[in-house]
T-cell receptor, first 112, second 115 residues
Framework: NAGVTQTPKFQVLKTGQSMTLQCAQDMNHNSMYWYRQDPGMGLRLIYYSASEGTTDKGEVPNGYNVSRLNKREFSLRLESAAPSQTSVYFC???????????FGSGTRLTVV | AQSVAQPEDQVNVAEGNPLTVKCTYS??????LFWYVQYPNRGLQFLLK????DNLVKGSYGFEAEFNKSQTSFHLKKPSALVSDSALYFCAVRDGAGNNRKLIWGLGTSLGVNP
């Protein structure tokens, strides 16, 4: 089925470890996004990529980096994980003709 | 600045009763408005959108939303709630006049439908 695929679905890290969250979409969308979701805080945009080759900071970029590897893939990297980065992370993509977003199923990250 | 407000953290209704989940917005141009639903441990799913045209928009699972320009509102409604409608609902907006396609999200409203 067409959509947005995120890996891994679950991850536990120790403080200071690094990891990369992977995201891929097969809908030929130009724009891709990384959000984190925390209780009572809704969705907060970490980084986004309006098109292949461009990335921009969102509301909460500190402690994260991103790479738009090609049109399909947009990865999120935590260089040195902190307990404050414990969250559920969602990747999304959008098609300008349809205006809405398609979301992945999320990555539940725990930093201990 | 663009913003979205969902004034209720939690809405509870009895099965079979009508439900309303409220959303108000602020944008400088014409609004593009969206509703998404999130079931437990899942990603967000698109329900419906308003871009232009009829103020009453119909979407998935029997949901509809009414765009009210004078009240800057886009409330989500369903005539008869089901227990399976229990989920987290998000309203989102973007300014249709600009090139910025980022959506601005409300904080979400948790809907509980009691049997």
């Amino acid at each position: 089925n067409a959509g947005v695929t995120q890996t891994p679905k679950f991850q536990v890290l120790k403080t200071g470890q690094s990891m990369t969250l992977q995201c891929a979409q097969d809908m030929n969308h130009n724009s891709m996004y990384w959000y984190r979701q925390d209780p009572g805080m809704g969705l907060r945009l970490i980084y986004y990529s309006a098109s292949e080759g461009t990335t921009d900071k969102g509301e909460v970029p500190n402690g994260y980096n991103v790479s738009r590897l090609n049109k399909r893939e947009f990865s999120l990297r935590l260089e040195s994980a902190a307990p404050s980065q414990t969250s559920v992370y969602f990747c999304a993509s959008s098609d300008p003709r349809r205006n809405g977003y398609t979301f992945g199923s999320g990555t539940r990250l725990t930093v201990v | 600045a663009q913003s979205v407000a969902q004034p209720e953290d939690q809405v509870n209704v009895a099965e079979g009763n009508p439900l309303t989940v409220k959303c108000t917005y602020s944008v400088s141009g014409n609004p593009y408005l969206f509703w998404y639903v999130q079931y437990p441990n899942r990603g967000l799913q698109f329900l419906l959108k308003y871009i232009t045209g009829d103020n009453l928009v119909k979407g998935s699972y029997g949901f509809e939303a009414e765009f009210n320009k004078s009240q800057t509102s886009f409330h989500l409604k369903k005539p008869s709630a089901l227990v399976s409608d229990s989920a987290l609902y998000f309203c989102a907006v973007r300014d249709g006049a600009g090139n910025n396609r980022k959506l601005i999200w409300g904080l979400g409203t948790s809907l509980g439908v009691n049997p």
